[in-house]
């Protein structure tokens, strides 16, 4: 006997495993997109047009955060470079 699939079936919903719309930050109205990130040419642009050697110095004085490391290439976080620069601007 076959059966009839032009019906989506039902399945039943778990009161336990469902979740209110209070346990998620992100809104559903909000889009989730994922942090965008910067690779080294483009921080050294936002640093002034410095050289590779200039990042370098600045990962190892702690100065700069490390990067995220994606087949050899360093990226970083735009939260992670507007907290740089906000550091930066206030002196501290």
Same mark, same amino acid.
């Given at each position: 006997?076959?059966?009839?699939?032009?019906?989506?079936?039902?399945?039943?919903?778990?009161?336990?495993?469902?979740?209110?719309?209070?346990?998620?930050?992100?809104?559903?109205?909000?889009?989730?997109?994922?942090?965008?990130?910067? !690779?080294? +040419?483009?921080?050294?642009?936002?640093?002034?047009? %410095?050289?590779?050697? $200039?990042?370098?110095?600045?990962? @190892?004085?702690?100065?700069?955060?490390?990067?995220?490391?994606? !087949?050899? +290439?360093?990226?970083?976080?735009?939260?992670?470079? %507007?907290?740089?620069? $906000?550091?930066?601007?206030?002196? @501290?």
């Amino acid at each position: 006997m076959a059966k009839n699939f032009d019906v989506a079936p039902e399945f039943p919903q778990n009161s336990k495993s469902k979740k209110s719309s209070a346990d998620n930050p992100i809104k559903a109205d909000e889009p989730s997109f994922p942090e965008q990130l910067f !690779n080294q +040419r483009q921080v050294r642009q936002m640093c002034g047009g %410095v050289s590779d050697m $200039t990042i370098w110095r600045l990962r @190892k004085n702690k100065i700069l955060l490390e990067p995220i490391v994606l !087949n050899g +290439r360093n990226y970083w976080k735009r939260s992670e470079l %507007v907290a740089f620069f $906000t550091k930066l601007g206030a002196g @501290k």
